[in-house]
């Protein structure tokens, strides 16, 4: 009895010896490019990249560089670097997915300049989550007065789409994303009637924006998209798109109030309710 | 006339020539090897030294010959997924031949009279898991009238997508059948009572053990690795020496080689169109992902977007814990978000809404068929969000629990899910209307807790081949009531999935069939011969899930006598499992060993004290199990036990029987019933005439590692433990035994 006790300590203790010896061994050293902006780039990378007793990462945000130490005989650079992708951070061997680079905080967005931005064609359904800045770039160009519109409308399609996936975190980002392209619309550069229009409802659209933007709660984010959509279905309707913008009610909403919204697609996708009640709704009105 | 029949003759031996038979030969050396995927050396199989096995191409017409040198130390088959021959060739020892002793040569040869994708596996034991499985594909004729251009002229490589399990199989398969939840500790789904508190689903918890139900996952092996054509990650740069390239369309064509996992095919570049199905074109349907069921073949369409960027092609195993990638194109890789891991106790709550407590399946009237409804889309966050939905009673009046589209994930997200309803042939598939239709109704039957599946309850050797006659049309109705989902594959033959496209209803030869949906499939039987039709899960194949359909009178070659051969795969698919536990412990030993299978338990139970003070005990127990639950056993039992004046001084019982004896032996007869919240009630009488009643459950989930139990009985005996999960073979234990006090020890497993 007392052997079997003692024989039990001795293996208890052995147990957690095991864990003690945190070094990691035949360690291969390599610097390598990792795309970010900020210091919360560079925890996420770093927590991202490291592995126990297998692998380091330290990350520089001036020089983007990172410097790899790992342990070769269980790990490779691959392997490190797709883990670091797929946390949202392009690096020169994996791109990472574009829903995850979308819901970086804003200021973790860093230019895709890795990511090709080559409209091809062929592929019918590639989705692609534009950051509103690439957005604009692309449109500075464009001759076409209702242009400078299209960065608030897309960044308020980005926030309608996260209330429909309920996701506070996301909307509040977009809401940010919404704000920056409000404040960057030059009056002057707009069309008659969207100026006027534009007058009447931009210091709303910017308070509403805000407020989504200052608030983790999809309740209260929801409410205030009720007011958001209606300022959006003013400015939609004074501007000339090359899309149909479809304009879409749920009776539900609001102790059967009811609400509003924008949406690119004819589907109805309730941004009110997300998935508890997806298909609730219908289209009031087509603009284009 | 003397010159016409010499220009016949000439003609006829010119198109003999024309359209000689291509004799395609393969051959293939079997043998034992040793791997590394998971780090240290394992024993697999390969052939012709290379896993997969290698791909065997032919075009329709060929005759195929195919020689096995089996140069295992065990016998071993191949049997041809989907391929139409003639009995003797389809590779099911027992069935349709003797199986291929060690050191033998076996050659398989028949016609090729079809095309498609199709793979090829051992069906001998569990060989199917380390390593036998391979593409078999077969082109169509470059005359055929069905060549779909653009989609059948595209570069094209087979892919065969398999597990990897550093565990030898014949002791995984030993392990599900004792309840061995190491893998759910390995994948983190224990759903344990301290989890389930955390994540406020505590009631959730208490009536899934009320209803009797242990913690349940999508898939019960938890394997090491994910391969696809025998890698984790290829990248595919080049397809028949043509580099890809932006606007470059790949034709995949996918077998899933798993032995028990269903996978995710998803793309990082855009949209798949599925263009065929178990080795059938369908027309051309553009999804955002499918999920690909155990055997099933599916051909699908992937574009290359860019240049200079290489696009993942993901499989995920649908328990979500591992994937494998092929990255198609030239350059920097371009990854897809992996699937976040399942709400198990979504999923738990949703099961309970689902279970009687008598154990059947309650569909609420919903009616399923078809994949169409996915009841698991409640575990997954991509479409039903992370968290718990919160309970907004207050906002308004609809009831989002009565909404028949809750559980369509096309319906809840902008993802578009492929489902069998989607699937239409080009063309028509209708079965000939004279032949006479004979109508056949399944219910899948199962139960987690002994790993027991079956079909109307009864396994393979409960039940005999079915007789079919040549000719007639067989309509098949399946039932699925039980908690998992199966792929039914049938041998020989294809099969139309009656799915609402009429005329135009797919050819499929694995039917993948959630829990409480009803399917109904028919084929012509114009083969004659003794052909499978089985769950293609691996070890639920091995568990019973099969029967056989018996065409026409079949005389086989091979088969001398058939009804010894027919013995034999009867008692391969219910072979008895052994478990044993003992804790070495400071007051003394504690333990179990059973040998069991599907219906019958041997068990024998141990206490033994260090001193004759103690006491020893060691009771036996021979038990049948009864009912589709298997909840109640009656069995005849031998008890013997021995003590001097022990601890615990109460010799008189419950009912006020005494027992003076130091020793005594004596033989019972009883019964055991699991009771809701899964304990154990056992009633017993002894030949002396001393009645025995128990109450106790073991294995009680406090949290992932920590399991509790307890046991009391009429004899005024009582025991307490708590027990922690080192690993899979041993824990560290502590009880109290109202016999021989508190003690602490180390407890084995097998």
Redesign the interface.
């Known amino acids: 009895m007392k052997l079997v006790s003692k024989t039990l300590l001795l293996f208890v203790a052995l147990l957690s010896s095991k864990n003690t010896l945190a070094q990691i061994k035949n360690s291969k050293t390599e610097t390598v490019k990792i795309y970010g902006n900020c210091s919360m780039c560079k925890s996420r990378i770093e927590k991202a990249g490291s592995l126990k007793n297998t692998a380091t990462v330290i990350w520089d945000k001036d020089s983007k560089k990172a410097s790899l130490r790992y342990d070769g005989s269980k790990t490779n650079r691959d392997e490190i670097l797709k883990r670091i992708a797929l946390a949202g951070h392009d690096n020169e061997k994996f791109l990472a997915p574009d829903d995850v680079y979308a819901q970086l905080p804003e200021c973790c967005l860093y230019n895709r300049e890795l990511k090709l931005t080559s409209k091809s064609n062929v592929a019918a359904g590639v989705r692609r989550e534009h950051s509103s800045q690439s957005e604009m770039k692309q449109n500075s160009q464009a001759t076409i007065k209702s242009q400078q519109l299209n960065a608030v409308i897309e960044s308020y399609f980005s926030v309608k789409d996260a209330l429909v996936k309920s996701d506070a975190n996301a909307s509040m980002q977009k809401a940010i994303v919404l704000v920056k392209a409000i404040r960057a619309v030059e009056m002057t550069k707009l069309s008659a009637e969207e100026h006027t229009t534009w007058m009447k409802v931009r210091n709303e659209l910017e308070q509403n924006a805000q407020r989504i933007a200052g608030s983790k709660d999809v309740a209260k984010q929801r409410t205030t998209f009720a007011l958001l959509s209606e300022n959006m279905y003013d400015l939609a309707k004074s501007s000339k798109q090359d899309k149909p913008i479809y304009y879409q009610h749920c009776p539900m909403y609001n102790n059967g109030k009811g609400a509003h919204w924008l949406s690119k697609e004819s589907a109805v996708k309730n941004p009110y309710y997300g998935s508890k009640m997806m298909t609730c709704g219908s289209t009031k009105e087509t603009l284009d | 006339m003397k010159l016409f029949k010499t220009v016949l003759t000439i003609l006829l031996l010119y198109s003999q020539s024309l359209f000689a038979q291509t004799v395609m030969r393969y051959e293939l050396y079997v043998k034992d090897t040793l791997v590394h995927y998971g780090g240290k050396g394992k024993k697999a199989i390969a052939v012709n030294g290379k896993i997969p096995m290698p791909t065997l191409t032919f075009t329709e017409g060929d005759t195929a010959e195919i020689v096995v040198h089996n140069q295992l130390k065990k016998s071993t088959s191949l049997h041809w997924h989907g391929v139409f021959l003639p009995n003797k060739e389809d590779g099911v020892p027992w069935l349709t031949q003797m199986p291929i002793k060690p050191g033998a040569t076996f050659t398989y040869r028949f016609p090729i009279i079809q095309h498609g994708t199709h793979w090829y596996h051992s069906h001998s034991g569990l060989q199917e898991q380390i390593g036998m499985y391979g593409s078999f594909v077969i082109k169509k004729r470059t005359d055929d009238k069905t060549f779909r251009s653009g989609i059948d002229d595209l570069p094209t490589i087979p892919i065969i997508l398999s597990e990897w399990t550093n565990l030898n199989p014949d002791n995984i398969h030993r392990m599900l059948h004792s309840a061995n939840d190491w893998a759910a500790i390995r994948k983190n789904a224990t759903q344990s009572y301290a989890e389930a508190i955390k994540d406020g689903h505590f009631k959730t918890k208490l009536t899934n053990e009320w209803k009797r139900m242990l913690a349940m996952d999508v898939s019960d092996v938890y394997y090491d690795k994910i391969l696809i054509n025998g890698n984790n990650s290829t990248d595919l740069k080049e397809v028949d020496g043509r580099q890809l390239k932006?606007?470059d369309k790949v034709r995949l064509r996918i077998s899933n080689g798993g032995a028990s996992s269903y996978f995710w095919l998803r793309y990082?570049?855009?949209?798949i169109t599925v263009v065929a199905n178990d080795g059938n074109d369908v027309e051309p349907v553009?999804v955002?992902r499918l999920i690909i069921a155990v055997s099933e073949t599916y051909d699908i369409v992937v574009?290359i977007?860019?240049?200079?960027?290489a696009y993942e092609f993901l499989a995920t195993t649908e328990d979500r814990t591992q994937s494998a990638s092929y990255f198609v194109g030239n350059g920097?890789?371009?990854?897809?978000?992996?699937l976040p891991r399942l709400k198990y106790f979504e999923g738990m709550k949703m099961m309970n809404d689902m279970m009687k407590m008598n154990g059947d399946l309650d569909d609420m009237g919903m009616k399923m068929s078809l994949n169409q409804m996915d009841m698991n889309v409640v575990m997954y966050p991509e479409?039903?969000?992370e968290g718990k939905?919160k309970s907004?009673h207050g906002?308004?009046?609809?009831n989002?629990d009565n909404?028949p589209?809750r559980y369509n994930a096309n319906?809840?997200?902008?993802i578009v899910t492929l489902n069998y309803a989607m699937l239409k042939s080009p063309y028509n598939t209708s079965l000939p209307k004279e032949a006479p239709v004979k109508d056949f109704k399944f219910t899948l039957t199962g139960n987690m807790n002994r790993y027991v599946w079956s079909m109307d309850n009864r396994v393979l050797s409960e039940t005999d081949k079915i007789p079919v006659k040549k000719g007639e049309v067989l309509r098949i109705t399946i039932y699925n009531n039980s908690m998992m989902r199966h792929p039914m594959h049938l041998h020989g033959f294809d099969f139309r999935v009656i799915n609402g496209k009429g005329e135009k209803s797919p050819l499929k030869n694995v039917l993948d069939i959630m829990p409480m949906e009803t399917d109904t499939i028919e084929f012509l039987a114009n083969e004659e011969g003794d052909w499978f039709f089985h769950c293609h899960i691996l070890y639920h194949m091995m568990s019973g899930m099969n029967r056989v359909f018996a065409v026409g009178e079949y005389n086989n070659p091979y088969l001398p006598n058939k009804k010894q051969a027919y013995n034999a795969l009867q008692r391969e698919s219910n072979m008895p499992h052994f478990m044993a536990h003992n804790d070495?412990?400071?007051?003394g030993n504690d333990g179990e060993a059973m040998f069991q299978n599907a219906r019958l338990s041997l068990g024998t139970e141990w206490r033994l004290g260090?001193s004759a003070m103690h006491g020893y005990e060691v009771e036996t127990h021979l038990g049948r199990y009864i009912g589709k639950m298997q909840w109640f056993m009656p069995f005849v039992g031998f008890d013997w036990r021995y003590r001097k004046m022990g601890i615990d001084e109460h010799e008189t019982n419950l009912f006020g029987q005494k027992n003076e004896k130091d020793t005594r032996r004596a033989f019972s007869v009883g019964f055991m019933y699991t009771l809701p919240m899964l304990v154990n009630f056992q009633a017993e009488v002894y030949h002396d005439g001393i009645v025995r009643l128990s109450l106790m459950r073991e294995d009680i989930p406090i949290s992932k590692r920590l399991r509790a139990g307890f046991m009391i009985n009429t004899d005024k005996e009582f025991m307490a433990e708590l027990k922690f999960l080192?690993n899979k073979n041993f824990g560290?234990r502590t009880h109290y035994d109202s016999d021989m006090g508190l003690g602490?020890?180390?407890s084995l497993n097998y």
């Not at chain 2, 920097?332 to 992996?338: G, N, R, T, V």
């Not at chain 2, 319906?411 to 902008?414: E, F, Q, S, V």
């Open positions: 932006a606007g990082a570049g855009g949209k553009e955002d574009t977007p860019d240049d200079g960027v920097i890789k371009q990854l897809i978000s992996p479409i039903t969000g939905p907004n906002e308004h009046s609809m989002m909404d589209n319906a809840l997200g902008n070495f412990a400071t007051n260090y080192v560290i602490l020890g180390l």
